[in-house]
């Protein structure tokens, strides 16, 4: 499990932390290798994985994949724990099992309750106001430890306006969030935000797409990318198999894919599991 402790140091000092989307083991250690300072298990991306949508997944299905990704590796994992699978009760739990589960962090949003997968159409419908901070303390009241970090997402600004979004961010830091996240859709709404709110915030957005010096000027340090690996990574999968489906040939240079084969194994960390099996079962006879 990471350094939770040191992570938390970092967030609420204002360090920038950009996280890419991990949805295995495999995917955080390169993010991990990278340098990154955080992972990010996305629950829509898992949904797609799953082929489910993030509305049908459970907290079992999301905490399992999180105690899956910090076995195998030590970056942070922010996981995205959707609108807390249910009211307060189902909020306060979730914290409890993601947190168990070796996360350093938990984003929770104020959409309804169960969650709708029209949210992926761009149709969202808010939790009242005062239903979410509840939420939002008792998540703060169940976690055990206090550098466990409670990312609080608003997706007011779509929904409602800027300026609902600025009250609603208000209420949820008073209720104890550590990070604040919303999303501005214009330079002076970021300064603003970073004016009213103060650090430390969240912005969710393709990498290509944040300004990451602008974005940390004005509070916005936990920045996250939730889907270009697993869009990219579809992407290439999709057109090898294309082309092996229509002519039985992938198009990709055969010597580079049995690099990239063999880097893979690498990245699971192969060598460490064939030195336990040299110790043991592979043992050289004598």
């Known amino acids: 499990m990471t350094d939770r402790a040191a992570f938390a140091a970092k967030v609420r000092d204002g360090t920038p932390i950009l996280a890419p989307v991990a949805l295995d083991p495999l995917s955080a250690r390169l993010v991990e290798s990278l340098g990154f300072e955080a992972a990010y298990l996305s629950g829509g991306g898992f949904g797609f994985q799953l082929a489910v949508s993030e509305a049908n997944l459970t907290i079992t299905e999301v905490a399992g994949l999180a105690r899956q990704i910090t076995a195998r590796a030590d970056v942070p994992l922010i996981v995205d724990g959707g609108v807390g699978f249910g009211d307060a009760l189902q ?44 939420k939002v303390r008792e998540a703060v009241n169940a976690r055990r430890d206090d550098d466990f970090i409670v ?3 608003t997706g007011a600004v779509r929904n409602e306006s800027f300026e609902r979004a600025l009250e609603r961010s208000a209420a949820y830091r008073a209720a104890g969030a550590d990070v604040l996240m919303l999303f501005p859709t214009s330079p002076e709404q970021i300064a603003e935000a970073g004016r009213v709110l103060g650090g430390p915030l969240s912005m969710m957005a393709p990498a290509d797409r944040l300004d990451r010096d602008t974005l940390t000027g004005h509070g916005f340090n936990v920045l996250i990318d939730p889907f270009t690996g697993q869009v990219a990574a579809y992407g290439a999968m999709r057109d090898a198999y294309r082309g092996i489906a229509a002519n039985g040939a992938s198009g990709r240079d055969v010597d580079e894919l049995m690099s990239l084969y063999r880097e893979i194994q690498d990245m699971a960390g192969m060598d460490d599991w064939y030195a336990l099996e040299e110790r043991t079962t592979e043992r050289p006879s004598s």
């Open 91 to 134: 909020t306060a739990r979730a914290v409890r099992e993601i947190e168990a589960a070796g996360a350093a962090a938990i984003e929770i949003e104020d959409q309804v309750a169960p969650k709708r997968a029209h949210h992926h159409k761009g149709v969202e419908h808010l939790e009242p106001l005062e239903k979410m901070v509840d």
């Open 151 to 153: 990312i609080a997402r």
